[in-house]
Structure formats: C-alpha cells, structure tokens
C-alpha cells in the first residue's frame, strides 16, 4: 500500500470542508479555511495546512470557535475599519477586511482594518499577497498565545507575533514577506519532542530563563526571538498594533491555538493597505522593477517568496502529494470512512 496519495486541489479542500462541516461550522465558515488550509500546503507552509484540520475541527466541536460566526464591519472612519471576527475562525473575517480594504485604500489613498475576537490568521503572506494583487502594498500584524519572554526575562509574555508584507511587482507575482518573531517556529520544537530528539542550543530556554536542547523543557519555557532583542522589540511592537488598536487579548492571556478547551483565543490582527498609485504614480512600478531586477541579478539570490510560487507550479500540474494518514485522518474527521 503506499504511503501517499495525491490530490487536486479542489479534492483537497473538498476534504477538509467536509471534516469542518461534520465538526458543527457552517458552509460558510468552512470555504474560506478550507482554501486558506490547502493554499498553505500547497505553498510548502504545512504548518498552517493539513496539520491544522485536527485541531480546529476539536475546536469547533467544543465550541472554542464559533462554526456559525458571523464577522461585522464597521467603518469607523474614513480609512479604518473594525471587524468582529466573532470568535470564529479568522479566515472569512480577513477575507472581508481585503475586499473592503482595497476599495477604501482606492478611495483614500491609505487604509487599516483592525481585526478582533479573532483565531489562527494562517499563512500570514496569504493575506497581504491578496491586496498587493490589487495593486496595494500591505502589512499585517497578529498577536498569538504567549510563547516569548521580553528580551532578558523568563516569562512568556509575547506571542511569536507574525508580520507579513507584500508589493506589487510589474509583470510578475507580488513579492511577499512573511516572518513569526521567533527564531524557529514552535512547531519544529514539538516535533523534536515527538521524535525523542534534543533541539540545538539557542532556539528556546527552560522555565527558568536558561537555554535547553530539551523539547520539553523549551515547550514549559519560552522561545527565543529572531535577532535576540530586536526581534523582542519587534514582538512588542505587534502586541501594541494587534492587541491595544484592536481590542483584542493579549498575548499572555489568549488562549491556545491547538487545545480544544478553555475560551476562545480572541487575538487580533491589523491590516494595512497602501494604493500605490498615490504618491509616486509610475514611480512605483519603475522602483519595484528595478529593485527586483536588482536582486535576482546577483547569483545565489532569489525573491522572497520564489520557493512559494515554484510549489505552486509544481501542484498545479503534478497535484498535491499528502500522507495517506493524514488522508484518512481528515476523512474519519469529515465522516466518509
């Protein structure tokens, strides 16, 4: 028997709607996730792809997230714009907050959705890489549950805090940025911890603010930051834009992503767009131009996001290749075993 079938994207994310909607969420909530789940395997992001499918549907089915959430936006001034996410999952919230923010950012050159009483924003690039598609640069900025201490504490007090960016690039897909605050995601620590296998000093401390090769010990401790105290600053600097603009709950006290109990996460995050247009016209599209030609001029050089667009070719014309476990996992969740 082999070990790994391969699905049509269409197929895939027929799966996972169908695990969700068995789990009590709504078709309509269901869509978007699914799409965002599949988009991200596709794009080489496991970590926010099929891995996600188990927890959530627990999730849904204690009623941690709301399945049948209804998000709502406000305008609240010209350019910003609030969204109750209703503490369902965050995908039909931050597609709601794109659309709207690309039509407020055509007509006031500059906008900002403030998203609250959120979930697990995904792969974060995906978002900002659908406004830049629309000819926007974008930010986003989202708080996650506690994983980092304040640079030379031992704590947790910040999540790994991601932030992504995106840009129009002319005649080629946008270029896209995405980064967690934390020197390695968290997911390759627990993954360790599965294997039995130590972590190499450096990537998290212990409970007591010293380093350990200890998976254990690192998951009751802390992470370290990317670039050590920079990339805490930085954390910082995400909790105040995606938690105090927001409303949302601070890291500390948000709840886990992966645990089925407790109350909703309720995390925020801010988008921002920018219309490209606005200020330097035509000059954008040279600048970009240029830049880009810049980079890959250079051997051993790539755009960011060029590894994303290559697994993307491949899947379109090879399908997307998944564990047959991890199949049937998702298909005992939806019912269809």
């Not at 609250?116 to 995906?126: D, L, M």
């Not at 690039?169 to 605050?181: A, G, K, N, R, T």
Request: aromatic fraction near 4%; hydrophobic fraction near 45%.
């Amino acid at each position: 028997m082999p070990d790994t079938v391969t699905l049509t994207r269409d197929e895939a994310e027929d799966l996972v709607r169908a695990a969700l909607v068995a789990a009590g969420t709504s078709p309509e909530n269901a869509d978007p996730v699914a799409r965002a789940l599949i988009g991200a395997e596709i794009d080489g992001q496991g970590g926010h792809g099929l891995s996600r499918v188990a927890s959530y549907t627990a999730q849904a089915r204690t009623g941690k997230v709301n399945g049948d959430a209804e998000p709502m936006l406000r305008r609240v001034a010209p350019a910003f714009l609030a969204i109750d996410a209703d503490n369902g999952f965050a995908y039909r919230a931050l597609d709601m907050a794109i659309a709207a923010l690309a039509d407020a950012a055509g007509e006031t050159g500059i906008a900002a959705a403030a998203i609250t009483r959120s979930h697990h924003c995904g792969q974060a690039g995906r978002h900002v890489e659908a406004l830049a598609e629309r000819g926007c640069v974008a930010l986003l900025f989202a708080n996650t549950p506690k994983a980092m201490a304040p640079w030379g504490g031992d704590a947790p007090l910040f999540g790994t805090n991601p932030i992504a960016f995106a840009a129009p690039v002319p005649d080629q897909p946008p270029l896209v940025i995405d980064l967690s605050l934390s020197k390695v995601a968290r997911g390759k620590i627990m993954a360790a911890g599965k294997r039995g296998e130590t972590i190499p000093e450096g990537w998290a401390l212990d409970a007591s603010g010293a380093p350990t090769t200890d998976p254990k010990a690192a998951l009751a401790g802390s992470m370290v930051p990317m670039g050590d105290a920079k990339g805490a600053a930085l954390a910082m600097m995400v909790e105040i834009l995606a938690v105090a603009l927001t409303g949302a709950n601070p890291s500390l006290t948000a709840s886990s992503f992966f645990e089925a109990e407790g109350d909703p996460p309720g995390v925020g995050q801010l988008l921002i767009a920018i219309d490209t247009s606005r200020v330097a016209g035509d000059g954008f599209r040279h600048a970009m131009q240029t830049l880009a030609e810049q980079v890959s001029a250079q051997d051993g050089t790539r755009l960011p996001g060029s590894r994303r667009l290559a697994n993307r070719q491949n899947a379109e014309v090879e399908g997307l290749t998944v564990p047959v476990a991890v199949v049937d996992e998702i298909r005992a969740l939806g019912g269809t075993v």
